[in-house]
């Protein structure tokens, strides 16, 4: 059975560009969660999706976006890049969501670099 | 607000000893709790989820328990080899919100 699988693992961008990160969750589950990761904040919750509507919002600007398609493949979007948004950025999948959503499965995340 | 605390931040010991990891976390009122390893670079490897209802799981060399009363859990290593060198996290599921991380426990195993 294949793992959360994130495209593309690594990328760099400069200041004020658009990034669109893509994840494919575990077959058959249907909740996608998008954390970023730094060194000084460790991992922080961004968004989560749970059949196409979003269920959860961390508490990151406009900037940041996600969606979810039919087949349950996620998009996170980060507009106007600023130096700060350099992490690693990563996906999680699980079966249901809310109210114990259960074991969570990680992607092996891409790593965005803001020159 | 739901927060994770590990204690110790990063932990240096000789191969073939039994260790132990430490996470709290503020409120009791927990659906669950998942012990991460992350390796360098990598995303994170579930190793281990405990139910609010169950007091300890184990898989092959590990063993979790939690104490929600206390609000505490910990992640026992038996017979550490080089191999375990990672970064360990907790996570804690509560309410209506998303996991809630722990910043991690950097452990180091030598040969």
């Known amino acids: 059975k294949a793992g959360v699988t994130q495209t593309p693992r690594y990328l760099i961008k400069t200041r004020g560009q658009q990034v669109t990160l893509s994840c494919s969750p575990i077959?058959?589950?249907?909740?996608v969660s998008w954390y970023q990761q730094t060194p000084g904040q460790g991992l922080q919750f961004l968004f989560e999706?749970?059949?196409?509507?979003?269920?959860n919002k961390g508490n990151f600007p406009g900037r940041f976006s996600g969606r979810q398609f039919s087949n349950s493949r996620s998009e996170m979007n980060v507009s106007t890049l600023e130096l700060g948004d350099s992490a690693l950025y990563l996906c999680?999948?699980?079966?249901?969501?809310?109210?114990?959503?259960?074991?969570?499965?990680f992607g092996e995340g891409s790593r965005l670099t803001v020159l | 607000k739901q927060e994770v605390t590990q204690i110790p931040a990063a932990l240096s010991v000789p191969e073939g000893e039994n260790l132990v990891l430490n996470c709290s976390f503020t409120?009791?009122?927990?659906?669950?709790l998942q012990w991460f390893r992350q390796d360098p670079g990598k995303g994170l490897t579930s190793l281990l989820l405990?139910?609010?209802?169950?007091r300890e799981q184990t898989s092959g060399r590990l063993n979790a328990s939690l104490d929600k009363s206390s609000g505490r859990s910990t992640l026992y290593i038996a017979a550490s080899q080089p191999g375990d060198s990672a970064t360990y996290l907790c996570a804690v599921e509560s309410g209506n919100t998303p996991l809630v991380f722990g910043k991690g426990t950097r452990l180091s195993v030598i040969a």
């Open positions: 405990i139910q609010s209802s169950q």
């Open positions: 999680a999948s699980s079966w249901t969501s809310g109210s114990g959503t259960g074991e969570l499965f």
């Open positions: 077959s058959g589950h249907r909740s």
């Open positions: 409120d009791s009122a927990i659906y669950n």
């Open positions: 999706y749970f059949s196409e509507t979003q269920r």
